[in-house]
């Protein structure tokens, strides 16, 4: 592993404070703060699920109350079905055809089911609105197990201001103020999400933060017949974690199944301040501990999962810039699938991660972009590279937010859902599917330019219309005509776009079939799939991944990999 790894003992990313550069934004209505639990601190834009707690889009079963997924109950849902709603109106041909239908398959089997559900859940928040109005008392949220801080949220709830009770507040009254409440705390969420992960969708990783301790847990066991403590039933303690860590690698050999239990199970902000509890308790560094005791996909597997995801991003970056050659199927990876936050994140870290390239003057990300690639293919990376593409504007969102009307009365209900429809600029999507055509399909050559400009700034609803006006215009499929008119990485750039915005679980889960099928794995590849994406969208990833190879992950990495690497992979991704 690089030298430089080993001085990686912090994080660039913006905390969450409730403004400046935070990567969640404040949320204003009321009592509540943000569209759900404020997410833990040192928390970014990366963690799309960071407090994820199963069930259908994070939401498993609970008193009511927010949700400890971290987003209003049942105003959300899961990727594959926006991957349905959007691929249902497509034209797609050839693979893309295949992996719309996969999606597909997977959103008619839990339609019915999600859509009562999320009914559920809103007309839940709704008695918790009107029990605020009437009594004054600002709604208890339920305790957020992730923080770690039990002070900081006593402390939190300490500071809600009191409300003067309506006691006289008619019927009509009460229901128009929920009504509006109700709208603004959706409208909150949408925007949540946007910021996270570039569209409404919700996601799920299959790790998430460690939380208490259960009987059968190594560490309580280890700490009880060690430490005469019993740590069952306790929230999640550091400094046991790393002491039956230190004690893995101490000695001749190393307990391998004591250290994949650990980083499988806890979230990066955890290990994050395992790193800085290590070095208190033992005046040693964790990660030198590491790199001395593992070798080979196994450690590096390890070390990318005690980095925070921001500068990991930003090794990657470096790594295929100024490796052996230029590994342009990661730079295309990480630049088309990330969001403005992360990009914005990733730019701050990767100055950190140069160390003996850096020259005096900080770099830019974009400069080093520049000479490594070329053509039309660097300028792509460039606009990609700014973290600027377009969010849907304020207006447009509040006004694709509609009121769930009562079929049999025609009344609100109280309840909101977005009418997507009215989330794209039709008029705009289809002056520029008309230049789309006539920068190829019409025109001897191709005008890269304007695929560029239009492909690397418009939001993800923008761009699956003005696709949709593309094949009204042309009778082909954008991606049909992205192969015939454009070539080498500059094709794959725009197809990884395209996938990506479509569908992104099924762009991920195709660059995992690849980096595994035919002979020989791209272990560099996998890890850095796996790694990214474990705490952000996993469950769907795997989703599709069953539906285009008819296996799951795990049995593809038990068939694919080998020893500890093995062992670590398919924890991270659990079985189905």
Known sequence: MPEYRLQWTGSNYPAYQGGGGAAYPPQQFGAYQNSGPPPPPGMSAYNVNQYGAGGYGGYGAQQPGYSPGGGVPGF???????????????????????????????????????????????????????????????????????NYDDDEEEEEEEERPAKTPQPDISEEE?????????????????????????????????????????????????????????????????????????????????????IIHIVSTRCNAQRQRMKTMFKTLYGRDLIEDIKGE?????????????????????????????????????LIEIFMTRTNAQVQEMRQAYPNVLNKHYHGKTPKIEKDIEDDCSGDFKRLLISASQGGRY????????????????????????????????????GKAEREAKQLVEAGEDRWGTDEETFI??????????????????????????????????????????????????????????????????????????????????????????QCFLELTKKTLWRWLKEDTSFNFKKLLQKIVGKD
């Open 294 to 330: 593992l070798s080979g996909d196994y450690e590096e597997l390890v070390m990318a999962l005690f980095v925070s995801p921001a500068e990991y991003d930003a090794w990657c970056v470096k790594e295929a810039i100024y490796g052996p050659g230029t590994d342009e199927q990661a």
């Open 174 to 258: 009460m229901k128009e103020k929920v009504r509006q409440r109700m709208k603004q705390v959706f409208i909150d969420e949408l925007h949540r999400r946007e910021q996270v992960s570039g569209t409404f969708e919700v996601t799920e990783g299959t790790v998430r933060p460690f939380a208490v301790y259960d009987a059968e847990d190594p560490v309580c066991k280890w700490y009880n017949e060690n430490r005469g403590e019993d740590l069952a039933g306790k929230k999640w303690n550091c400094e046991a974690d790393c002491e039956y860590f230190r004690d893995a690698m101490k000695g001749l050999g190393t307990n391998d199944d004591a």
């Open 391 to 426: 969010e849907i504007p304020k207006d447009r969102l509040e006004d694709a937010v509609e009121e769930i009307m009562n079929p049999e009365t025609n009344e609100g209900t109280g309840m909101f859902q977005v009418n997507y429809k009215k989330l794209a600029d039709m």
């Open 76 to 146: 959300t849902v899961p990727a594959v079905q926006q991957c349905h709603t959007m691929s249902a109106s497509m034209n797609i041909m050839g693979p893309m055809q295949q992996m719309a239908a996969l999606a597909t398959s997977q959103v008619q089997m839990m339609d019915a089911h999600l859509q009562k559900y999320q009914m559920q859940q809103q007309q839940m928040m709704i008695e918790m609105l009107k029990n605020e109005i009437r009594t004054g008392e600002p709604v208890r949220r339920r305790r957020n197990r992730r």
């Open 453 to 542: 400009r239009i492909f690397a700034t418009r939001n993800y609803y923008q761009m699956r219309e003005t696709w949709n006006q593309y094949v009204k215009l042309t009778q082909r499929d954008i991606l049909n005509s992205v192969d015939r008119e454009t070539s080498g990485d500059f094709k794959s750039g725009l197809r990884a776009i395209v996938m990506n915005i479509r569908c992104r679980p099924m762009f991920f889960a195709e660059k995992l079939k690849k980096s595994m099928k035919g002979l020989g794995t791209d272990e560099r590849t996998l890890i850095r799939i796996i790694v990214s994406r474990s705490e952000i969208d996993m469950v769907q990833i795997k």
